[in-house]
């Protein structure tokens, strides 16, 4: 009777998590960029009250509102918005006003305008964290949703589709292949004719432990029979065998990347790889087979078989990669006055807005977003919400030097240091890069991203395995995320701190 009773437990539970057809893309697209408000709120607040900078406080400004938007305040998300950007405006508003009161700031057209100017020509010494932002609230988005889509304050339409359709739970591999690639040796160097050979090598080798940790999910999701949709990826197949085989695929195609002109390498195999695997899927009836299996049959009979959504999505999820090394090839170009920056992020946006349209109408006459398939839509559709995010937290970054520049308040981050400046500066101390002077949390998700990923996943199970997560009330979910979200941040602001770092890349 046990025996039967964890199993009806486990397919109720399987079932809670699927057959599901998603949300508008608006929506996801509100709930992604939950953390750029957060983010502006937290750099501001920071900025004006550094007394008050703990790690307490950069959970309840950054996670906290995540996790909000996720479950309770899902449907309220407006709210939401106006909470984080009002407090930030306010903060901004008191603290001008405070400077005009006491004869610090101008606020008379001419000041305006010589401000303005010489702000655009103010140089930076280190690269804008926008990338790093936009990478890591991606992260954290994604390790609340796979522990809250098992409790009954996640809304449905969230969680992952069964075949087709947008749900939040679907951005999750295609956003986090998308922030791998774009900070990969591929994007951060260029390869040469004669080096690949040991590229290729040390990639090959470099990429065996995703392939272990792909061994031991299935092992110990197999050993202790835990829960796992077999539409996600298969039968034996898992998110770090996807990762294993697109890290594998880009460096066996390097032979052939390194003799393209630079400004296409990678971004002309993606469209050739997306394009080719579009029109098997649409014409030679590859999404039926990923849907149905041979001949309608449903039915698993060889290994292939058994992984098909993995494998054959895998191919899809190779060409949002190498679209993603382009991308940070472009965005690692040295730019050093904040100038330089404005058109760079003008033709992001611009990218993004065709992106956007590209994705309605493939959605419209191609075929509809399939994270299953990693489709040709899902992969417009993930550039799209990832380009966006980037110029969102550019936003993010130019607004808060700005005022940091205008009300002659120094940003504590030490990111912005300008030599020729140092009046502004002048209240910087030796603390100033400080791990406690900088955003901690996305700081730890930045030094071990995937194995952030990874302890959330162990979390995940140990929850899972410990709590009857279909019965839990709203008040203990939410206990549970937010205690959830709490240790797993701290573990890696720690880990930060004792200069522990970890690359499974």
Request: proline fraction near 3%; aromatic fraction near 14%.
């Amino acid at each position: 009777w046990q025996v039967m009773a964890a199993t009806d437990y486990k397919q109720l539970k399987i079932d809670f998590v699927s057959g599901h057809n998603g949300t508008s893309l608006f929506e996801i697209a509100l709930v992604t960029y939950i953390p750029v408000a957060g983010l502006l709120l937290r750099t501001i607040f920071v900025m004006f009250i550094p007394f008050l900078h703990t790690y307490l406080t950069e959970f309840i400004i950054v996670v906290v509102p995540v996790i909000l938007s996720c479950t309770l305040l899902s449907d309220h998300l407006s709210l939401l918005y106006t909470i984080l950007l009002g407090s930030t405006l306010v903060l901004v508003l008191l603290v001008g006003l405070l400077k005009f009161i006491q004869g610090e700031i101008c606020l008379d057209y001419i000041s305006l305008e010589h401000t303005v100017w010489s702000f655009a020509r103010l140089s930076v010494s280190r690269p804008f964290p926008f990338a790093t932002n936009s990478r890591c609230s991606v992260t954290l988005i994604s390790v609340v949703a796979i522990l809250a889509v098992d409790f009954v304050v996640f809304p449905r339409r969230f969680a992952k589709c069964e075949s087709y359709g947008s749900g939040l739970m679907d951005t999750g591999v295609g956003l986090f292949i998308i922030a791998q690639g774009g900070v990969s040796p591929e994007a951060r160097s260029a390869l040469g004719k004669v080096e690949w050979e040991w590229n290729l090598l040390r990639n090959l080798l470099g990429t065996v432990p995703l392939l272990v940790l792909g061994v031991i999910r299935f092992a110990t999701t197999s050993g202790l029979d835990y829960h796992t949709p077999l539409t996600e990826y298969g039968y034996h197949w898992n998110f770090f065998f996807t990762l294993w085989v697109v890290r594998v695929a880009v460096s066996l195609l390097e032979p052939v990347i390194v003799y393209l002109p630079m400004s296409v390498a990678y971004l002309l195999p993606s469209l050739l790889l997306i394009g080719g695997y579009q029109f098997a899927l649409s014409q030679l009836g590859l999404s039926e087979y990923l849907l149905h299996g041979y001949k309608h049959t449903d039915r698993r009979v060889s290994l292939f078989d058994a992984n098909r959504e993995g494998i054959l999505s895998s191919i899809g999820f190779t060409a949002l990669y190498m679209a993603s090394v382009q991308l940070g090839k472009y965005m690692f170009k040295s730019r050093f006055l904040i100038k330089s920056w404005i058109p760079v992020q003008l033709k992001l946006g611009s990218l993004a807005g065709a992106l956007w349209t590209l994705t309605v109408l493939s959605h419209t006459f191609i075929e509809p977003i399939s994270r299953r398939m990693a489709n040709l839509t899902y992969y417009l559709w993930m550039l799209a919400l990832s380009i966006t995010a980037l110029v969102l937290f550019f936003v993010v970054d130019l607004i808060s030097l700005l005022v940091s520049y205008y009300l002659n308040i120094p940003l504590p981050t030490g990111v912005y240091n300008d030599p020729t400046r140092k009046t502004i500066y002048q209240r910087e101390t030796a603390q100033s890069n400080n791990l406690t002077k900088i955003c901690c949390i996305v700081s730890g998700i930045h030094e071990n991203h995937l194995a952030f990923f990874l302890i959330a996943n162990l979390l995940t199970g140990l929850v899972n395995l410990t709590v009857d997560t279909l019965s839990a009330s709203v008040l203990v979910s939410m206990i549970i995320l937010l205690f959830y979200m709490f240790v797993l941040c701290f573990i890696f602001v720690l880990a930060k701190q004792r200069g522990i770092r970890t690359k499974f890349w």
